[in-house]
Nanobody
Framework: QVQLVESGGGLVQAGGSLRLSCAASGGTFSSVTVGWFRQTPGKEREFIAA????????KYTNSVLGRFTISRDNAKNTVDLQMNRLKPEDTAVYYC????????????????WGQGTQVTVSS
């Protein structure tokens, strides 16, 4: 069974950048779509971005358009999330997930989830 492992979280000042990476452990990304979500205490998990594994078609939520970029490396079997111009409201635990649905933004469509990585943006 494929396990997803996120890395790259940390503490950064507002306006700074972080790059998150999601690696498939124990297998390859055979799913159709890999997505990034985030969650803060007391709130539902929120869709951030997704990319189709074969065609590289991307989708973003409006709040990160122009600031975040999702990309995949088929050779390394990783999906990265480059986050620029970070804001305090971007503070959350970030999760990557894999889905057999095409470019879905719905949490229910994602079958495999990583353990999450904390991103904290200070003002």
């Amino acid at each position: 069974q494929v396990q997803l492992v996120e890395s790259g979280g940390g503490l950064v000042q507002a306006g700074g950048s972080l790059r998150l990476s999601c690696a498939a452990s124990g297998g390859t990304f055979s799913s159709v779509t890999v997505g990034w979500f985030r969650q803060t205490p007391g709130k539902e998990r929120e869709f951030i971005a997704a990319i189709t594994w074969r065609g590289g078609v991307t989708k973003y939520t409006n709040s990160v358009l122009g600031r975040f970029t999702i990309s995949r490396d088929n050779a390394k079997n990783t999906v990265d999330l480059q986050m620029n111009r970070l804001k305090p409201e971007d503070t959350a635990v970030y999760y990557c997930a894999a889905s057999d649905y095409y470019n879905s933004a719905n949490t229910w469509a994602y079958k495999f989830w990583g353990q999450g990585t904390q991103v904290t943006v200070s003002s």
